[in-house]
């Protein structure tokens, strides 16, 4: 487990380890419904932000409805695709003293091993993607000057990026500074290159 609660409890939801445990092994997906609805939301929400002005003249009925798409991707990958696929969970909670405290948990033992290759990658990759997607829409948003959409793109990156950062944060371990993992990969990096070179000469 990982993160700073001290509940020992798995991070199974609905039972997901002993169904998938019944499951024919003929399908390489454990959880088609759950990879289907992770890509669905973020993809729809794209989808309807780069073709929302050739279907429709409606701003507001636009900016509504990506942002409900977004919300229902938040909501999703937070409670439900990151438990299924991979399982990670992540939450805030308030302690009695109103201070904010960050969880982040991996599931335990032999459950691990049961999360697929592909689903795995499924989803990382709509984790990862979707967030650069809408930094690229930020930036073509600033310089086309189209200033009102510059609100849904932000939306985008925070609720994308939040979802990122916590499933990051819980991939490498809740107490790991995301700094000092960055510092040794680089440092790594740079001894490797400097003893290959060593060799060389």
Known sequence: MLGDDTNDEDVSLFDAEEDAGQRSKKSNIKHPVASFFHL????TAILVYLLCE????SFIACMVTIILLLSCDFWAV???T??????????NQVDDDGRSHWVFEARKGTAKQQ???SES??????LIVCPILWVIFAFSTLFSFKIKWVPVVIMGLVLQ??????YVR?????????????TNYFGRQFLKQALSKEEES
């Open 40 to 43: 669905f939301f973020r993809v």
């Open 54 to 57: 050739l279907v429709s003249r």
């Open 78 to 80: 937070k409670n439900i």
């Open 82 to 91: 990151g438990r299924l696929m991979v399982g990670l969970r992540w939450w």
């Open 115 to 117: 999360a697929l290759n």
């Open 121 to 126: 990658r499924i989803f990382w990759l709509g």
């Open 161 to 166: 990026g939040a979802n990122l950062y916590g």
């Open 170 to 182: 819980c991939k490498v371990g809740g107490k790991t500074s995301l700094k000092n993992m960055a």
